[in-house]
C-alpha cells in the first residue's frame, strides 16, 4: 500500500516500469500533528498518489495504443484504484487480481498474460462475427484471398483478419505486407470455425 508498480508489456516482455513510492509520514505524529491533521494528510496523500499513478496508467496507454488493463494488488488499493478510474479506463479494464506484494512481480505478469491472451481471443472473435454480418448483411465485408487482396489493392479494406490455419504463409504474409503498407490494421484468428465457414 505505499508503493505502486505499473508495467506497461506486449505479450511478456516489460517495456515500461515505473516505481512510486508514499513518503513515509508517521515520524510525524505527536511532534507536528493531531491525529485527526495526521489521517485528514494520509487520506489527501493516498487520494494524490491513486491520481498520480492514474495519470501515469492514461498517459501510457494512449501513447502505447493499449486496449487492456489489469489492476493487482491489495483489495483495499485495488478497489480504490478501480472506483477512481476514468471513464475510458475502466473500459478497458478486463480483470483485476488480488496478489500479495511479497510473492514479486512473476506471478503477476504470468497470471497477467494469460489474460490478456484471453481477452485478445474474444477481440478477435468479435471482430469475426463483424466480418460475418458484413458480408452477409450489406456486402461491405469480403473474404478468401482474391476479394481480400482485391479490397487491399484499391484501399477499400478497413481491417484484415487472418487465420493463421487456414491461408499458406506466403499469400498470407503478402497480404499482411500490403496491409502494412496500406495502414490497414491487422487482427490474427486463432482456431475460428466462422473463418472456416467463410472461407
Known sequence: ???????????????????????????????????????????????????????????????????????????????????????????????????????????????SIKLFIAAENMESHGRVEELESAVFSNGLGVCGYEQSLEALEQGTASMLIVDQRLLESELREHLVRLAIQSGVPIETVNRSETMVRLG
Open 1 to 111: 500500500e505505499g508503493e505502486a508498480r505499473i508495467l506497461e508489456t506486449t505479450i511478456g516482455s516489460v517495456t515500461e516500469d515505473i516505481l512510486e513510492r508514499r513518503p513515509d509520514l508517521r515520524q510525524r505524529i505527536g511532534r507536528e500533528w493531531t491525529r485527526e491533521h495526521y489521517h485528514s494528510y494520509c487520506e489527501e496523500q493516498a487520494n494524490r498518489f491513486v491520481k498520480e499513478k492514474i495519470d501515469i496508467i492514461d498517459g501510457l496507454m494512449s501513447r502505447g495504443g493499449h486496449n487492456h488493463l489489469i489492476l493487482a494488488g491489495s483489495p483495499r488499493m485495488v478497489a480504490r484504484m478501480r472506483k477512481a478510474l476514468p471513464a475510458r479506463l475502466s473500459a478497458k479494464l478486463i480483470d483485476t487480481m488480488i496478489t500479495n506484494p511479497r510473492e514479486g512481480i512473476s506471478p503477476i505478469l504470468g497470471e
